[in-house]
C-alpha cells in the first residue's frame, strides 16, 4: 500500500481490505485532503493481491456525511476540482467512480449523509448497524442532488429515495426501513464483525469470476433487459471453469451428497 | 403419442391440482416434464427430483417444445410451473456437464448466439405464467423465477446462486432479478455464491415473490391464483405481458411509448365490448379466443 492516506485508514487483514473513513471529529466528512486520496486508497485495495474483497465503513458514530463544505470553503483550488468533477459527471469518490473490480461491502456504521450515500449507492453489497439512518439534506442547503440519489433509485423502489432527496435534512430513514426496502441485506448491533464474516464468504470464491459477475451486473444498469443478457451470454461461454465442477446437484449446492 | 387411456393408474388420493381433466387432444409425453391441464389452467412440471430437478440437455430441448404446446393450447388460459420432489430448479446438470465428454461446450455455441429458449419469457409466452417454487431454487433455476409473471413460494422454499462458487459466470438470471427486485440483495447471492441461502420469507419482503402457502398448500394455491387472473381477458393480458416486460428493455419515456401500442392494439377487440356486458349482466365474461402471435425471428 502507498500511504499515508489523508482522513483515510486502508488496512489488509486476511483477504479482507478496509478502508475506514477516520475523520470521527467531523462526521468522517469529505475534505479536500480526503477527496485526493481516495482514488488511490481504492486503487491500492484493487491491486494489492491478497485482498479479495474491500470493506468500506467510518471511525466514529457516523459512517459518512458528505462534503467537508467549511473546509472547502476556505480551499479554493480544491473546490474548483471539484466543481469540475461534477460538472463533467467524472466524480472519483465511490469503488464504482474508481472502477474498482473487487466486491465492495459498504458497513454503514451510522447516519450516512448527503455525498455520503455514494458509498452506499456504489456498494456491491450494503449492511448497516442498528444506529445507521440516511438522509440526504442538499436541499435544505440550496444544492441540488443527483448522483448518490440516481443510483440509490437503480436499486429498488424510488419513492423512498424521492422522499429523501425532498424532505432534506428533516427527516431520516432507518436502517429498519433501509432492510424492508432491501436498500441494506443486515441489520447489525457491529456492522465490522457481519462485514468481515460475510466477506470472508465471498473471498471463498474464485476471484476472476466474482470480478466478471460484479462486472456483468453493473453493466447490466446500463442496458435493456434482452441487451444485457445477450452480453451476459458471451462473456459465460468464453468464460472455462476456474474451479473443478462439482459431481451432483448436492455437490453443487454445498450440501453433502445424498445416498 | 401415447393413448391417455393406456396410463398406469394413479394413486388412490391424488393431489387435486395434478388430475389432469384434459379430454381433448394428450400432450406430448416427456422424459424429463409433466404437462397437465386442470380447468384453464395449464401445469408444467419438472420432473427429474433425483436430480433436484436440473436441467440436462433433454429437459432443454424439452422446454423449449413445452411452452409452446401450452401457449397454442386454446384450453389453456394461463400456465403455473412447478418442481416434483423437494426442490423446485437447480440449474444445468452438473453430474451429466461431467461425464458426458462435452461439459458446457454443448451450450457454447447456443449462449455466444444467445440463441436459449428453455423460459417461458424466451419462448415469448403470451400467456401469464406463475412460477411455484416448492423448495430450493439454485443457480440456474433462477431463470425460472426471473422469466415468470408472478412467482409465489413454499415458506420452505429456499435460494442460492452457487455459480460463482463453482466457477462459473452465468449472470442472466441474476440480470432478470435486478430488474424485478432491489439490486443489493441480487448481488449479495451472486458474490456470495453457495455460502448463503435467502429464505422464502426475505424472499416476499424484498418483492421476489408475492405469497407464501405452506409447502403442502402450494399447488392449491396456484390453481387459484391462476383461475382469477384466467378470468381476465386473454387478448388484454398478453398485450399488458408485452407492455410490461418491455418496459425492462428501455428508458420510461420509451416505454410509455411502445405501451400506448399496446394500449390501443386492442381496441376494437371483442373482449373491450364483452367485458363490460358481463359486469352488467352479472356473469363470467365469455372471452374471445386467444391467438398467439408467433414470437419475432430475433432470438433472446
Not at chain 2, 210 to 228: F, I, Y
Request: one cysteine or more; glycine letters at 8%.
Amino acid at each position: 500500500m502507498s500511504g499515508p492516506y489523508r482522513g483515510l485508514l486502508v488496512e489488509r487483514d486476511g483477504p479482507v481490505g478496509w478502508l475506514i473513513f477516520d475523520r470521527p471529529e467531523v462526521g468522517n466528512a469529505m475534505d479536500a485532503a480526503m477527496l485526493a486520496d481516495l482514488p488511490r486508497a481504492w486503487a491500492d485495495l484493487d491491486a494489492d493481491p491478497d485482498v479479495r474483497v474491500i470493506v468500506n465503513t467510518g471511525n466514529g458514530p457516523a459512517f459518512q456525511t458528505g462534503l467537508d463544505v467549511r473546509q472547502l470553503a476556505g480551499d479554493r483550488d480544491a473546490l474548483r476540482e471539484q466543481s469540475r468533477r461534477t460538472k463533467r459527471a467524472d466524480l472519483r469518490i465511490s469503488a464504482w467512480h474508481n472502477h474498482v473490480g473487487k466486491p465492495v461491502i459498504a458497513a454503514v456504521n451510522g447516519v450516512c449523509a448527503g455525498g455520503g450515500l455514494h458509498f452506499v449507492a456504489d456498494a456491491d453489497i450494503a449492511i448497516a448497524a442498528e444506529r445507521a439512518a440516511f438522509l440526504d439534506p442538499h436541499v435544505s442547503l440550496g444544492q441540488a442532488s443527483a448522483f448518490e440519489l440516481i443510483g440509490l433509485a437503480r436499486r429498488g423502489a424510488v419513492e423512498p429515495v424521492m422522499r429523501i432527496g425532498l424532505t432534506g435534512r428533516h427527516e431520516r430513514l432507518s436502517a429498519a426501513r433501509a432492510y424492508e426496502l432491501g436498500l441494506v441485506s443486515a441489520v447489525v448491533p457491529d456492522a465490522r464483525a457481519a462485514a468481515r464474516e460475510l466477506a470472508e464468504k465471498i473471498a471463498r470464491n474464485p476471484p476472476e469470476t466474482v470480478r466478471l459477475v460484479k462486472q456483468q451486473l453493473w453493466r447490466a444498469l446500463e442496458l435493456g433487459l434482452t441487451a444485457a443478457r445477450r452480453e451476459a451470454a458471451v462473456i459465460a461461454a468464453r468464460s472455462p471453469l476456474a474451479a473443478p465442477a462439482p459431481a451432483s446437484q448436492q455437490e453443487l449446492l454445498g450440501e453433502p451428497p445424498c445416498r | 403419442m401415447p393413448d391417455r387411456a393406456a396410463m398406469p393408474d394413479r394413486t388412490a388420493m391424488p393431489d387435486r391440482t395434478t388430475m389432469p381433466d384434459r379430454t381433448t387432444m394428450p400432450y406430448t409425453e416427456f422424459q424429463t416434464l409433466k404437462l397437465h391441464r386442470r380447468g384453464p389452467v395449464g401445469w408444467l412440471l419438472f420432473n427429474r427430483p433425483d436430480s433436484l430437478n436440473a436441467m440436462n440437455a433433454g429437459m432443454r430441448a424439452e422446454l423449449a417444445d413445452a411452452w409452446l404446446e401450452l401457449d397454442r393450447d386454446p384450453d389453456v388460459r394461463v400456465i403455473v410451473h412447478t418442481g416434483e420432489g423437494r426442490a423446485f430448479q437447480t440449474g444445468v446438470d452438473v453430474a451429466e456437464l461431467a461425464t458426458d465428454g462435452l461439459g458446457m461446450e454443448r451450450y457454447r455455441a447456443d449462449l455466444e448466439a444467445y440463441d436459449l429458449h428453455f423460459t417461458a419469457w424466451q419462448q415469448q409466452v403470451s400467456k401469464p405464467v406463475i412460477a411455484a417454487v416448492n423448495g430450493i431454487c439454485a443457480g440456474g433455476g433462477f431463470h425460472w423465477v426471473s422469466d415468470a409473471d408472478v412467482v409465489i413460494a413454499a415458506t420452505t422454499a429456499e435460494f442460492t446462486e452457487p455459480h460463482v462458487s463453482v466457477g462459473q459466470v452465468v449472470a442472466m438470471e441474476s440480470i432478470g432479478l435486478l430488474r424485478k427486485m432491489p439490486f443489493e440483495a441480487v448481488m449479495r447471492m451472486a458474490l456470495v455464491g453457495r455460502h448463503e441461502r435467502m429464505s422464502a420469507q426475505r424472499a416476499y419482503e424484498l418483492g421476489m415473490v408475492s405469497q407464501l402457502v405452506p409447502p403442502d398448500q402450494l399447488r392449491d394455491a396456484a390453481q387459484e391464483l391462476a383461475e382469477k387472473i384466467a378470468r381476465n381477458s386473454p387478448a388484454a393480458m398478453a398485450a399488458t405481458k408485452r407492455a410490461l416486460w418491455g418496459a425492462l428493455e428501455t428508458g420510461l419515456t420509451e416505454a410509455c411509448r411502445q405501451g400506448a401500442r399496446e394500449v390501443v392494439s386492442v381496441w376494437g377487440h371483442p373482449d373491450q365490448d364483452e367485458g363490460p356486458r358481463a359486469f352488467a349482466e352479472k356473469r363470467e365474461p365469455r372471452w374471445a379466443e386467444p391467438e398467439r402471435a408467433e414470437p419475432e425471428a430475433s432470438p433472446r
